[in-house]
């Protein structure tokens, strides 16, 4: 079974085919007497494509957390994260015939850089038709540059990052907005593998959360919610 969140809004209709896209920056250059090479570089943001049912009706296959909603709700959600400009979480999940999450689910940060959508009486009758692009979000910071003159030669100091690693260990943490267990663990454990130790020892806050959210269980510690604090193994 899946099922597609954005920004915490389940599709009603789950879309039929979903295409990712890992963006290539590798350059190729020509040298004299060597001929082509092939510069390697880190891949760039990945893109998320896929077309959604949005429906005007009640279908018995669709799901609905809360209730039907017609498709203006959604079409307004998607006006809504396109224009206020921020990141949100995108997530396919998918689970086996228990309801158990599989682990090639995807939870990724990104912006909706288009939607566009398309009435057709003939194909989707009183529905619509929402065609999604999604780009991968990845945050960024700045640098402090001091420049510093002496006499006719300047200088450049990059301010660097202030050293961590004597500062004291924390015990607790408080998820976050777009948090997961992996990226917890990887952060706060250096071990992103280590998120079922996590879910272990704060199972029944996890889970207490995900019923006050509405959720019969956290899928084993994927749904997570801010301001719940978790305790850190050690």
């Not at 007497?33 to 009640?58: D, V, Y």
């Not at 809504?80 to 995108?90: D, G, R, S, W």
């Not at 038709?129 to 402090?144: C, E």
């Not at 952060?187 to 280590?194: A, H, I, M, Y």
């Amino acid at each position: 079974m899946y099922q597609f969140y954005m920004d915490d809004i389940l599709l009603p209709v789950t879309p039929g085919a979903m295409t990712l896209k890992v963006a290539n920056q590798n350059k190729t250059v020509t040298l004299i007497n060597e001929g082509e090479i092939n510069i390697l570089k880190l891949p760039g943001l990945s893109k998320i494509s896929f077309n959604a049912l949005l429906p005007n009706k009640e279908y018995p296959f669709a799901q609905y957390e809360g209730g039907f909603q017609n498709a203006h709700y959604y079409m307004d959600k998607l006006e809504l994260l396109k224009t206020k400009c921020l990141p949100f979480q995108f997530q396919m999940i998918r689970t086996d015939d228990r309801g158990e999450m599989l682990m090639d689910s995807l939870d990724i940060q990104v912006s909706l850089e288009s939607y566009e959508l398309e009435e057709s009486a003939e194909e989707y009758g009183v529905d619509v038709m929402a065609k999604i692009a999604l780009l991968q979000y990845k945050s960024y910071g700045t640098k402090t540059i001091e420049f510093k003159k002496t006499g006719t030669t300047t200088e450049a100091r990059v301010t660097e990052k202030r050293d961590t690693s004597t500062a004291p260990k924390t015990t607790s943490y408080t998820v976050a907005s777009g948090d997961n267990l992996w990226d917890i663990a990887r952060v706060k454990l250096g071990d992103g593998s280590r998120m079922n130790e996590i879910y272990e020892l704060n199972k029944d806050t996890i889970e207490a959360a995900a019923k006050k959210y509405g959720r019969s269980s956290s899928s084993n510690g994927w749904w997570i919610y801010p301001g719940t604090v978790l305790q850190l193994p050690s």
